[in-house]
């Protein structure tokens, strides 16, 4: 099982990828480094998730995505000139991993990184609140891509297809009373019925 950071890490540069590549005029090539996305979400991990209890992998996933323009991680400092960015590089604090947003030149790419970290938050709330597997396929489909998000859903509808050897025989278990996989040599098979629920 790899960890919440890991597993967030993964999940926030697959829709920085997808979101940037539908940004025209090369918007892919403007994405933020994987340096900076993994550092803010390391930087974030520690302030707000180590030692604390959350009720679900969504809650860490939400607080994380909370903090990608956390001010206290990504500084943002008012000059004369406007904003000057300041992300430290944990193993060399000197050094500022997104220096080239103060220059003019890439004030673009600063702008594009908080639309897409502002689009994230909504994207990863929604999973959240989604209810029901075509409104999550759909969900997934748009922030993650097809491509990786569709092989997936085929293969839990090939799992239950008639035929399938790791589809679940159900049946009747009468000293439990329930429903359930039949497993037990005391399990007695389901019977036909037609829609209407005669045998």
């Known amino acids: 099982m790899k960890r919440p950071l890991q597993r967030v ?29 993994t550092t803010i979400l390391w930087y974030a991990y520690q302030r707000y ?21 956390d001010h206290a991680i990504l500084l943002q400092i008012e000059e004369h000139q406007g904003k000057r960015y300041i992300l430290s590089n944990p193993t060399l604090p000197e050094e500022n991993l997104v220096a080239k947003w103060n220059i003019e030149e890439n004030k673009r790419d600063v702008a594009e990184f908080f639309a897409w970290a502002s689009d994230y938050k909504k994207f990863i709330q929604a999973l959240a609140k989604a209810e029901g597997r075509h409104v999550l396929q759909e969900q997934l489909t748009s922030g993650l891509g097809s ?32 429903l359930g996989i039949a497993a037990a040599s005391s399990a007695i098979p389901l019977k036909a019925h037609t829609f209407h629920g005669t045998h």
């Open 147 to 178: 491509e990786q998000v569709m092989p997936i859903f085929k293969a839990d509808v090939e799992a239950v297809a008639p035929g399938s050897p790791s589809r679940p025989n159900f049946g009747y278990v009468p000293s439990l009373g329930i």
């Open 9 to 37: 890490t993964q999940l926030t540069k697959r829709h920085r990828d997808v979101w940037f590549s539908k940004q025209p005029n090369d918007g892919l090539r403007r994405r933020p480094a994987s340096i900076v996305v």
């Open 49 to 69: 998730v180590a030692g604390r209890t959350f009720q679900s992998v969504y809650a860490i996933f939400i607080a994380l995505a909370d903090a990608l323009t």
